[in-house]
């Protein structure tokens, strides 16, 4: 229930749908304020916790690691000059999926958990690197790699709490507004 009314709470606030207001300044208290900013990137990396707390395991800590991991990645490519191409697709398609993968309870391979979870932080990633404020990007990219991390702790716990039909209903919901933001 309670993972139930921490979705629900991240859910209500409407500005949180898009990456408006981002900072003037690529700092570390910016980077670790970024992930706050949307409600998507959000989502998808509690949705990267609680689903590595379904599978247990070596996933509790391959898992988080691997998408901050290759988010960095996507980062530095972005700032590289790298574009890739349908990031914000990638991002509402990481919602769908992780949403999917929850709300079905989908055992996979750690390595197979930890490709997906990957290919996926590589668009937040660079996300991060485009909507990055003039300033220090590794500041920037620590605070947000920081800030990921936490997030993916917090959805650890609440997977591990909710355990079930509650994860399950978790997954549901990440994968609707997904759903929703495709539509939209």
Known sequence: MKIFLLVISL??????????????DAGFLSGIAHPFSGLDHLLAMLAVGVWAAQRGGRALWAWPVAFVALMSGGCVASLSGVALPYIEQGIVASLLVLGLLIASATRLPVLAGA?????FALFHGAAHGVEMPHG???LYMAGFALSTASLHAIGLG???????????????LVGASGLYLMLA
Do not use: E
Request: glycine letters at 16%; charged letters at 5%.
């Open 158 to 172: 609440a997977g591990l709490m909710g355990r079930g039909l509650v994860a399950r209903l978790a997954g549901v």
């Open 136 to 138: 220090s990007p590794m």
């Open 115 to 119: 490709l997906i979870v990957g290919a």
């Open 11 to 24: 859910m209500l606030p409407a500005v949180a749908w898009a990456h408006p207001g981002h900072a003037t």
